[in-house]
């Protein structure tokens, strides 16, 4: 399951039907305007009715709000756990999205102003029911197809780059959903190799992204069992998405941002312990939902 902003889709719909809120002066938040962008889960089969609502305020990201609309005993029977009913109802602050120090105070704002707005709630509604219906089962099947029969050792990271991308020239907090599929296939790969082999260290980790960031284009680069890996799984993102080879240099240049940031405040496994959190949770979570 991957959240894709609403927007992708829908463009001049998001663009007259986001919702802002404006707020005045002497409030617990700035003055200033608030953006309530919207993305939903992209997997066909799921019928979560949830929603990612990202806030952003002058230009800046400063929360994701998780939001189920429907009653705690939908989502017990959907996610077959009572204990993780009312946090998919929300609305939350997602564990896996944007916070800052303005984000319990527009989590309040959502509870106390959106909440009672119907107009937002019944727009929510109309616009995952939209989204859904956007979803291709042909192309997904047809997706399936191909990838029975794909081989990453038949292709060429720039062979399977295409001529144009996602556009973007560089990767924030407001458009940062756009390459989660590259972002999140290099991250969970670099998890399951930590699962076998726990001696793996956030400077090992930066060395080899930085190997793959400066060779990856290269018909001469080498690379160790862990660079391969992470190499094949781009190899197959890029295979059934669109994207070029900017948006690549700026997936990797990313994730090593993020394994320096956190080996810098987390030590030498900051990183890891990061992102094995983040896989964990997700792991649990789809664990929970197979179980009857």
Known sequence: MMMEMFANRFPDIAEKETRCVIMPS???LPAGSYYFSESFCNDKQCDCRRA???IIYENDLIATIGFGWEDTMFYEKWAHDKSMAQDLKGPILEICGIKTRYSDNVLKLFKEVMMKDTIFLDRLKKHYNM???ELNDTEEDTDMDELEDFNPNEHTVIDLCKERG???DVI???NREAFYPIIMAIEETIWTYYLKDKSL???EVIEFLKNIRDNIFSETGRFNELEDNI???IKLVLFLN???KRDLSLSISSVLKSAKLHRSTGGNRGYLTFISHFFNQMKESDDTKLQT
């Open 52 to 54: 990612f609502i990202n």
């Open 131 to 133: 989204f859904k219906e």
């Open 231 to 233: 190499i094949n799984k």
């Open 201 to 203: 260290k956030d400077s």
């Open 242 to 244: 669109s994207y070029d």
């Open 172 to 174: 924030n907090d407001n």
């Open 26 to 28: 002497g409030h617990d």
């Open 166 to 168: 996602t556009g973007l």
